[in-house]
Structure formats: structure tokens, C-alpha cells
């Protein structure tokens, strides 16, 4: 009985051996076939211009980033001034409400703020806007939420249409033209500010 306990238990400690040896074997394999990460600022289009790692928004009046007369190129003419409020994340933002049924916001958000969105199901890359920029899947009622970002300052804007008939790509083209312009204006008061 002795003994056959003792091969039992030497047969379970073999076993154990072999298991454990291959375990790290194949641990080694696939360490040496990995594929190496790609960063949050790199994708398949390129490596991106490196963004500081920043939850700093400069400090701006959202309103200053676009002034009426500029909103109205865009929008039509609009019901009321800008005004200070309306969707955003982490910074201020300025509502311009239109005659038409729709409203614009613009927000400051910080760079970090930019890359926490950027990956998310449905979002859609955007051209010809600030270094890099993207729209986030829509929601049901169709609203647009642009988020860009050029060099260290980025914005978000958001376009709510209501019962507005006109069609999608208007919004997107609304929420381009709003977001260089705002990127444009953040920019040079960063560095105003940054220089006083």
C-alpha cells in the first residue's frame, strides 16, 4: 500500500512538474509573438502629433470663442445673444440658439477629455478639422457631437436639431465650421493668456 501511494505521488508530482514547465513555455511563446500595443495617439491612418497628458482648459469665456455674427454665418440668424451653458464635459461652454429649431453648443474640454471618447463604438474620424477630430455615434434623435482638438487645446460641440427637417449633413457641416472657428479663437487667447 506504501508503495503504491509513493508512485501515485510521485506520478501526481511529475505531472505538476510538466503542467507548471509547459505553462511557462507557452507564457515565453506568446510574450516573443506579441504584438506590441498601439498607443491612444496612434492609429491605422499614423502616429498622431503627441498631446501633452493634460486636464488643464485654458482659461477662456466659452462665448469668446465664437461671436455671434460668426455663429450666424453658419446657423442663420439666431433667436437670442450667446449665452453661457448648454452640454459639456469637464470645461465651460456657450448655447447659440437658432430661429430654426436647433441649438449649438460649444464646450472647452481638456485634451484628456478628448482621448477618453476617441475609441468609443460608432465614432466616426472627421478631415480638414483642428489635428484630429471625431463624431461620436448618434444618438436617436440625430444630434451631432463633434469633438476636435489641435495641438494642446480641444472643444466639443453639440448641435440638438429638434424637429428641424434639414438634413443630417447640414449638422456636420454646422458642427465643422463651429469647431475650426472655436479652435482657431482658443488658440491664439491660450497664448494671450499664456504670455501674460
Known amino acids: 500500500m506504501f508503495t503504491r501511494i509513493a508512485v501515485y505521488f510521485v ?3 511529475g505531472f505538476l512538474l510538466l503542467f507548471a514547465g509547459c505553462r511557462s513555455l507557452r507564457r515565453a511563446s506568446q510574450s516573443q509573438n506579441a504584438v506590441p500595443a498601439v498607443s491612444g495617439l496612434e492609429t491605422a491612418a499614423g502616429i498622431r502629433k ?22 450666424e454665418t453658419v446657423m442663420g440668424v439666431l433667436a437670442d445673444e450667446p ?4 452640454w459639456q464635459m469637464d470645461g465651460g461652454s456657450c448655447a447659440y440658439v437658432a430661429r430654426e429649431p436647433f441649438v449649438a453648443t460649444v ?6 477629455s478628448f482621448e477618453l471618447r476617441k475609441y468609443e463604438p460608432g465614432n466616426l474620424s472627421v478631415v480638414n ?3 484630429e477630430a471625431y463624431i461620436t455615434k448618434p444618438n436617436a ?11 494642446d487645446v480641444a472643444v466639443t460641440i453639440s448641435i440638438t436639431a429638434g424637429d428641424w427637417d434639414g438634413e443630417k449633413v447640414e449638422r456636420y457641416r454646422i458642427a465643422k465650421v463651429l ?6 479663437r482658443l488658440l491664439i487667447k491660450a497664448g494671450e493668456n499664456h504670455d501674460n
Request: charged share 20%; with cysteine.
Open 107 to 112: 464646450g472647452l474640454i481638456s485634451p484628456n
Open 179 to 184: 469647431a475650426q472657428t472655436a479652435l482657431d
Open 11 to 13: 506520478l501526481l508530482s
Open 50 to 71: 503627441k498631446r501633452k497628458d493634460s486636464w488643464v482648459i485654458p482659461e477662456v469665456a466659452p462665448c469668446a470663442l465664437i461671436n455671434k455674427a460668426e455663429a
Open 83 to 86: 449665452k453661457l451653458g448648454g
Open 129 to 131: 478639422v483642428g489635428d
Open 141 to 151: 434623435l440625430e444630434d451631432v457631437h463633434l469633438f476636435a482638438c489641435q495641438g
